[in-house]
């Protein structure tokens, strides 16, 4: 197995259009993530903006994570037009994904739409948490979007998940492999508010601080974010990317952005850089240069 990989990360690109066939395909909460489409969010989520960041993160890697948020409001015709532009860009390329909350806006109890569309994309029937293995690195796939009241986009990712994620970070790390974590919500316990937080972030915390993992990266926020939560002998890294497709504000905040990731394996520990590149920049633009290094726990080395 090769000793390096590097990846892109990017997140909440937004980048469909909202169509529905029928007013009851809209009711309840998806009426108002299509109204918030059309009064501001169509202004300032363009496709061609994350167009441009796929583009350019293809210049340096074939391989990709998407952390959440390709729709606006989770239609069929959304999740249809993100499979199609899914499959034309695995063609060639690795593609994980996994939803965020505006994906799974359901109805009536109704299964979200994407869940067997973007299947290949995930685990096999979209079950959480699912492992892809590229190198010495396994992307671990965990789902917090649910279903939510309006006006709250918090999410969950639930005991069966947690438990499930404990046996494959421990079986992973038993195979010597890196072990990146991908979820939607932010698990850093109370750095957001509960009505968009990840309900179980502490819990999620604990799996990892008694398991382990190398990195964790999710979305949600819409802008860079870096910090740490617990690991078993080290702090672990949290990093998150600006929303894909925004064209920012007027001073340039919250600009679309992604992360080029590398991993390294050293006999005794996993280096890994993260290049911050942003829309906008010129190609050889480097915003920032994360660099970290963790050691290998015993059974790894």
Not at 96 to 105: A, K, L, R
């Amino acid at each position: 197995m090769t000793d390096e990989l590097t990846f892109a990360h990017l997140t909440d690109p937004h980048f469909t259009v909202p169509e529905f066939a029928s007013w009851s395909e809209i009711a309840n909460k998806r009426a108002l993530s299509v109204l918030s489409w059309r009064l501001k969010r169509k202004r300032r989520y363009q496709r061609e903006v994350f167009e441009a960041l796929a583009h350019d993160a293809a210049r340096h890697t074939d391989t990709f994570v998407l952390t959440g948020d390709l729709t606006q409001a989770g239609l069929k015709s959304e999740c249809e037009a993100a499979q199609n532009w899914l499959a034309k860009f695995a063609e060639c390329r690795r593609v994980c994904v996994i939803p965020g909350n505006h994906d799974s806006i359901r109805l009536n109890g109704q299964r979200a739409e994407w869940e067997a569309l973007w299947a290949p994309y995930m685990g096999a029937g979209a079950a959480f948490p699912y492992v892809k293995t590229f190198g010495r690195v396994a992307i671990v796939g965990l789902s917090s979007a649910v279903p939510t009241a309006p006006f709250l986009a918090s999410g969950r990712v639930g005991s069966r998940q947690r438990k499930d994620l404990a046996r494959i970070l421990i079986e992973c790390r038993e195979q010597g492999l890196c072990r990146v974590l991908l979820v939607h919500h932010c698990p850093v316990p109370s750095l957001d508010s509960p009505r968009r937080g990840l309900s179980d972030a502490a819990a999620l915390c604990e799996v990892i601080a008694e398991a382990g993992a190398e990195l964790v990266l999710h979305g949600h926020n819409h802008r860079w974010m870096q910090h740490t939560i617990k690991g078993p002998s080290c702090a672990v890294p949290v990093l998150s990317a600006p929303a894909a497709g925004s064209i920012g504000m007027a001073d340039g905040r919250y600009r679309a952005g992604y992360y080029l990731i590398t991993v390294r394996a050293t006999e005794c520990s996993w280096q890994l850089s993260a290049e911050a590149r942003q829309f906008g920049q010129e190609a050889s633009h480097r915003r920032e240069l994360h660099q970290f290094e963790l050691p290998k726990a015993r059974s790894e080395a």
